[in-house]
């Protein structure tokens, strides 16, 4: 029996991109998180979202960092980071008064 493989699981299961993708992805990580704390300074108590896109972004780079053997685990790492930006888009559809 041929199963045809998913497009989503060639994706997300495929080999982790490098040193490159996952510093890009740090650094975006560490700018939402700066953009976390400036905010705060500034006085809007409201920034919590930068934290999850921080959090999202160094998802995202954990997995791209993992040796190219690691395909599974930079796989979770990556459908870790979908949900938790899902979650956050959800959040902004469903209540956002507590995002904004």
Do not use: C, Q
């Amino acid at each position: 029996m041929y199963v045809m493989p998913s497009k989503i699981e060639t994706v997300a299961f495929s080999e982790p991109s490098g040193p490159h993708h996952a510093f890009v992805m740090f650094a975006g990580a560490l700018a939402f998180a700066g953009l976390y704390v400036y905010s705060g300074l500034a006085g809007d108590a409201s920034a919590s979202w930068l934290l999850v896109m921080a959090l999202g972004n160094a998802l995202a780079g954990v997995a791209e960092a993992l040796p190219k053997r690691r395909r599974r685990a930079a796989g979770a790492f990556r459908v870790t980071a979908i949900l938790v930006l899902a979650g956050l888009l959800a959040a902004i559809v469903v209540a956002p008064e507590l995002v904004v």
